[in-house]
């Protein structure tokens, strides 16, 4: 991130932010505008199963949300692979979730994109993360965000608008927050159309590209005075 590259030792006055972006806003990853309330609600992570995405955290968060709740009609989709699915899935059934929590296996980028077309929120409860792409994916869609406080989440996320950011490793931030966006549907729309503007506005790659090459040409103007 920025600030780790200045405390690294580089000028501020000699960095040029430009982030990663989105090539498929207008193709597979169409803002659905709906998100509407239906039953069951749908979460939905997409994540690979390493220990850096803290799925423990989120499982536990959903058996907390239905401890609270037990009339709550929910479903907790986890789409990825990696080492610790084995471990994962014996979680679900320790915690006798297996009518809820459905671990999904890896996906396409197209199978992706369905997966979220049909959520109703987006959770990311990792304990490490850099520049989580799928959290601007999922925002893309129309998905209220809710995910933890790591890495440049806060570049990606505006909190308290399009989603909300927790402490990483709080079982109880995260149930507080799942219960808060189950419990009031009628905040989605207004979540995802914002999560929807904010990643058209900073990271559509086709205005990303235009501003690499502006800084191109300033450059080559720059050394050629």
Not at 132 to 156: F, W
Request: aromatic share 6%; charged share 30%.
């Amino acid at each position: 991130s920025f600030k780790n590259i200045v405390r690294f030792g580089v000028s501020a006055e000699k960095i040029i932010y430009l982030p990663g972006g989105l090539a498929q806003l207008n193709n597979s990853l169409h803002w659905k505008g709906k998100n509407k309330i239906s039953s069951p609600i749908t979460i939905l992570t997409v994540a690979r199963l390493v220990v850096e995405k803290g799925l423990e955290y989120s499982i536990m968060a959903i058996k907390e949300v239905l401890r609270k709740n037990p009339n709550l009609n929910l479903k907790y989709y986890i789409v990825g692979m990696g080492p610790l699915e084995e471990r994962i899935k014996k979680l679900v059934i320790e915690l006798e979730l297996e009518d809820v929590i459905k671990c999904l296996g890896a996906m396409d980028q197209a199978e992706v994109a369905e997966e979220m077309s049909k959520a109703h929120i987006f959770l990311l409860p990792s304990i490490a993360e850099a520049l989580p792409v799928v959290l601007m994916e999922a925002q893309a869609v129309g998905l209220p965000i809710i995910a933890t406080d790591v890495g440049s989440v806060d570049e990606v996320v505006v909190n308290q608008k399009s989603g909300f950011i927790v402490p990483a490793r709080d079982v109880d931030a995260l149930t507080d927050k799942l219960e808060y966006l189950t419990k009031h549907p009628e905040v989605w729309p207004e979540m995802g159309k914002c999560g929807r503007n904010f990643v058209e506005k900073k990271y559509d790659v086709r205005k990303l590209n235009k501003k690499l090459v502006e800084i191109y040409k300033n450059l080559i103007e720059e050394k050629y005075k």
